[in-house]
């Protein structure tokens, strides 16, 4: 298994932040997130230090949807990251760990007018409008509280990036956004341009998720400047900010190899600059969203192997306490994930095996085919690699209650999220009388 962060080994056993994940496990049980807090500062710095141009402003907006809550939302603000949400609830998760909301973009394919309304009370800084009759709703309840609002249209270029096909988001038929190609996108962005309303700042795309080829990033620019300078061209229209999405893949198993950042960060501001240098546009700001890129090689799950069973045909299962109520990628989309025996770091492989989770669900695989020392009952099997996605995407089914999040550094260990309660479950239920 790859070492991310400041994962270290020491006599046979898992170090994470200086912290031995045996005496996580006897603080705060299993199952158990916990994230790499150097880590994600110096990932963060990385997108920081290397997406800096003198010509325009460049905005680091953490994705907020990969993993949210007031801890890591309180980190991202003090390292100085804009951000962006795509629901009430992260918005609300945002203000209350004191976000500025002028740092703040929200999103969403179908935003809720109550959602609209509560990023215009809280005077969030953008709107990223996703088609007219949300435009139309949004034109009508800004009027209503007499408040303009800055907004960015979300196109699609129609890029079929190299990814999922769930987490592909401009093929022509995506749900996001409006296309570069439809006559009614130019109709649109006329009408949002002269609408006294809203201020037209600029257009938004994200290309997908957990993309590991950057030449579709370069492709994206292209067209995205060429349409910016199309919307001068043609209809008089000048933009001053382009905002690029995020998707940069990370590493989940040897078949992922991810870019080098910095080095793509830095060709990326070079290529940016060409091309608005190149269709002379007067850009004062670009933006990119990166969310799992940021946050998921800090993040690892840690769980109790509660047996080993041998069915009568195929690989043996080692089971967990967890599963697909943690992370449901794997069933979702057929994720892929490396693991170890936290507590046998050192000890040869002795088998392959099938890490199953606890739900009642045949799919609740987490790993399909793994090599670990020999498994016991008792010892601690860690998935790295599960910072994005996953606490944001855990579930209850089953009535599982959620892990609890921990942040580790320097020794130390942070409670950022209690673990959920039996009593937590069944808090909204009202009973049968
Ligand atoms: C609009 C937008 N921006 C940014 C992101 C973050 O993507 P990633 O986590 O792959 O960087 C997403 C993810 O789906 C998104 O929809």
Known sequence: MKLHGTMKIDNNQLLIGGVSVEQLRAEYGTPLYIIDQKHFVDKAKIFLDNFRSKKFQTHISYASKAFSNLYILGLAKEL???????????????LKAGYDPEKISLHGNNKLPDELEMALTNNVGKIIVDHRTEYTLLSGLAARKQKKIKVLLRVNPGITADTHAYIQTTKEDSKFGMSISDP???????????????????????IGSQILNKDFFFEEAALMFSFARKLLDDYSIKLSEVNLGGGFGVYYTKADQPFNYAEFLAEYI?????????????????????????????????????????????KPFVFVDGG???????????????????????????????????????????IHDIALPKAEPGDLLLIPGTGAYNYAMSSNYNRIP???????????????VKRETYEDLIRNDQAYL
Request: charged share 25%; glycine share 8%; aromatic share 8%.
């Open 80 to 94: 100085g990251l804009f951000l962006d949400v795509v629901s009430g609830g992260e918005l609300y998760t945002a």
């Open 184 to 206: 009614a996108t130019f109709l649109l962005i006329q009408d949002m341009s002269s609408d006294p309303w809203l201020e037209l700042e600029g257009i938004h795309c994200h």
């Open 270 to 314: 070079e290529k940016i600059e060409e091309l608005v240098t190149k269709l002379d546009l007067s850009i004062k700001i670009v933006s990119i969203e990166p969310g799992r890129s940021l946050i998921n090689s800090s993040g690892s799950t840690l769980y109790t192997v509660g047996a080993v069973k041998q069915p009568y045909q195929g």
């Open 324 to 366: 697909m109520t943690d992370n449901p990628r794997p069933a979702l989309y057929q994720a892929e994930y490396e693991a170890c025996l936290a507590n046998r770091m050192e000890d040869e492989p002795a088998d392959n095996y099938r890490i199953a989770g606890k739900c009642c669900e045949t799919g609740d695989i987490l």
């Open 402 to 416: 959620r892990p609890a999040v921990v942040f580790v550094e320097d020794g130390q260990s942070y409670l950022a």
